[in-house]
């Protein structure tokens, strides 16, 4: 693969990976419109790495913050909202171990990722025109934890988006966009982290070149810009952009598959 072409994926995975648009539905759906062919698992582990980096650096205050203020005071609010994070983890961590395989094969293809970007996004749509909760992240309860986990677990479908569902499922239980959006990207950490040490298992040093290292630094430095433009944009803003490109990109892929 040239380095354009690795710029491109990890560009794709870098804003995917954030924005309330699929990720692993736009990897596939680039590969299949443009025609790249598959780089293998090594690259996969890079692009997810350059996404775990950027949300790692992004939040890198907050983190120290946080694990710091909950080894002082085990009961105090950064202690709380960290068991928190770790519940809601507990879902999506169960289904990617069990369905992983399962969900690859039975929903990738160009149609059904289409149908499922077409659908999640009457979802997003329904849900967040009901208006702006007041909640924030300290208010997270292990019972919202939970449910927002169960979301969480629904994005193994690709086209459904990881943000998206735990966004949707916070907005239903009372949170503001922007909260919504911060706790999401805390409960994307471990799961990209155990994502990623699952795909690494197979990984291989001798399959490595100069395109992992682009595909990396393209999913790191767009990640990083993506988490910051959504928290900015979710202070004012509603979802209904990204509800509309979703269906937009869902038909133009199904007329591409039924119009040669």
Known sequence: ?????????????GVGEFLPISSSAHLFLTSYIFNFKYQGLAFDVMLHIGTLFAIFIYF????????????????????????NIIIATIPGGVCGVLLEHTAENIFRTPIVISLSLIFFSIVIYAVDRKGNGNKTEYELTSRDALIAGLFQAIAIIPGASRSGMTIIALLILGYSRYSAARISFFMSMPIIFGAGLMEMRKFSIASFDSSFITAF???????ILSIKFLLSYLKKNNLTP????????????????FIP
């Open 242 to 257: 990204f509800v509309i490109y979703r269906i937009i990109l869902g038909c133009v892929v199904i007329a591409k598959y």
């Open 1 to 13: 693969m040239n380095i354009f072409d690795s710029i491109i994926l990890g560009f794709v995975q």
């Open 217 to 223: 630094v393209s999913s790191f430095v767009f990640g």
């Open 60 to 83: 890198y205050r907050d983190i120290i913050s946080i694990i710091s203020n909950s080894i002082k005071d085990i009961r105090g609010k950064d202690a709380t909202f960290l068991i």
